[in-house]
């Protein structure tokens, strides 16, 4: 420290002193974003995380930062859901009429 400020005479640091960023350039931002989202022609045709990780080669978590702090994002793990019968839709559409006519009209907007 004291040979710094008895060179530069200040404690402050360089401009562009810093660790460079390797993996969040441009074309980084540029392949993660058209992995990431569904193409309008093409309907599901998004990859997940570790799918971007593994066809571009950059690590997890630069891949993760790519998402969220470049393109505003969020990485959400896919889950494993039960698939709904015609059944299944009868009863919640049958189930949903009935909770609405308990409650009137103004107090459904709030449910």
């Not at 562009?16 to 960023?21: H, T, V, Y």
């Not at 998004?46 to 930062?65: D, F, K, L, P, Y």
């Not at 793990?77 to 949903?96: D, G, I, M, P, Y």
């Amino acid at each position: 420290m004291l040979k710094k400020f008895r060179e530069t005479g200040t404690v402050e640091r360089k401009v562009g002193s810093g660790k460079r960023l390797s993996a969040r350039t441009t074309q980084n931002i540029n392949a993660v974003e058209d992995l990431i989202v569904s193409q309008e022609d093409k309907p599901r045709t998004h990859r997940s995380t570790r799918q971007i990780v593994r066809e571009t080669g950059m690590s997890w978590s630069s891949v993760v930062r790519i998402v969220n702090k470049d393109l505003s994002m969020k990485c959400v793990k896919r889950r494993r859901a039960q698939e709904l019968t015609e059944f299944n839709r009868l009863a919640h559409l049958v189930r949903s009429r009935q909770l609405l006519k308990r409650y009137q009209k103004h107090d459904v907007a709030f449910i």
